[in-house]
């Protein structure tokens, strides 16, 4: 057992941080003793690390609590996977996309012979 301070020095985030978690839902805030402190058990602890990890993937807040909901459902949790990868297929399109127009655009910048002017400014009017 550990009190939120030290859970959260250990997991390497903030205290701030479990505390929002705790009002988005994610994990269940540990009842309050009279006199004392709140003390998060190995369970809470569990789900803090599969959240970091999760948010690490890239699943937002949203999924990661339908994934903890999930968590005996194999084929609707690979049907959330496959739907990231597909998200993330496409940001890598996009940013292939985007490279190679900003490489195009140095690329006029290197052919250009009149130094009052730039291609890309002149590109972004």
């Given amino acids: 057992m550990k009190t939120i301070g030290k859970l959260a020095k250990e997991l390497d985030i903030s205290v701030e941080t479990i505390r929002f978690y705790e009002r988005q839902g994610l994990i269940e805030q540990p009842l309050k003793p009279e006199s004392g402190y709140r003390m998060y058990g190995d369970a809470l602890v569990n789900q803090l690390k599969f959240i970091i990890k999760a948010k690490a993937l890239g699943f ?9 909901s999930l968590s005996g459902n194999c084929a609707d949790i690979e049907s959330m996977g496959l739907q990231k990868l597909q998200l993330i297929r496409d940001k890598i399109d996009d940013l292939l996309r985007l490279e190679k127009v900003i490489q195009d655009m140095t690329d006029s910048c290197k052919a250009n012979q009149d130094p009052k002017t730039c291609p890309i400014i002149n590109s972004l009017k």
């Fill in 60 to 68: 937002t807040l949203k999924e990661i609590g339908s994934l903890m």
